[in-house]
């Protein structure tokens, strides 16, 4: 019923335009489909730009306030697949776009910082991810989540990951149960899995309960993990109107 949305969970940005144009009777039937088309595709581009540039990188920060982002979220917009059309005998016309919020979404957000290193040539533990349980706290995903101890001392950041996976797949992932994040492919077949007690200065910071203390040691060691972003938050917070 939104005509914005984002899916955090497949990772996407939707958006749905409107056009109706009125007719004066002696257009043929293929063009008036393509102006009814055209009016909507663009009221689509229009709120899928809005609503790209409005995706918050961390708390405080959205891409719409990076230097390169405007450019290269135009360039998504440009590329947006179509995933629905609706056309009515007035003349309106409904048009669903979706466009990826990492990838191409987050070049201009400078996100990634360490060196791209080619799958398996990180030692390590034998952990293949992390699964981090946020589920009732007020944690809203971001681009760039963080993890840190009870102390403050931060255990996984963009940092981390290197520029190359994170064009690709992201900072995190997000799911909306620790069952759906077990099931995906992101954090393998052997992730380690604590659970966060709650958030600190920003909605997107989560702090690691103190119970899990134990498991500090360990996730120090995932480096190559944390390096290609292996990495799933679980939250019910996972579309944005």
């Not at 791209?116 to 990180?122: I, V, W």
């Not at 360990?218 to 679980?234: D, E, H, L, N, S």
Request: contains cysteine; glycine residues 10%.
């Amino acid at each position: 019923m939104n005509d914005r949305l984002i899916d955090w969970e497949r990772k996407i940005a939707l958006a749905k335009g409107f056009g109706r144009i009125n007719f004066s009777g002696k257009q043929e039937e293929a063009v008036r489909m393509r102006m009814m088309e055209r009016a909507a595709e663009v009221d689509a581009q229009r709120k899928l730009l809005e609503i790209l540039l409005e995706v918050k990188i961390d708390g405080k920060k959205q891409l719409k306030n990076t230097a390169d982002a405007s450019r290269h979220i135009q360039g998504v917009v440009r590329n947006a697949v179509r995933c629905g059309a609706k056309f009515y005998r007035d003349g309106t016309a409904e048009i669903v776009l979706a466009a990826p919020i990492d990838g191409m979404a987050t070049k201009g957000a400078g996100l990634g910082r360490s060196a791209l290193q080619p799958l398996g040539t990180e030692a390590g533990a034998a952990a293949t991810g992390l699964i981090i349980n946020a589920v009732d706290l007020k944690f809203q995903p971001a681009l760039s989540p963080e993890l840190l101890t009870p102390d403050g001392t931060v255990l996984y950041s963009q940092a981390d990951a290197a520029r190359g996976w994170v064009q690709k797949y992201g900072v995190a992932g997000y799911h909306p149960t620790v069952a759906a994040a077990k099931s995906d492919p992101r954090v393998g077949d052997k992730p380690v899995i604590v659970k966060a007690d709650s958030v600190t200065g920003s909605p997107h910071r989560l702090v690691l309960a103190a119970e899990e203390g134990n498991k500090i040691n360990q996730i120090k060691t995932m480096a190559g993990p944390f390096r290609q972003g292996r990495v799933v938050i679980v939250t019910e917070n996972t579309t944005v109107h």
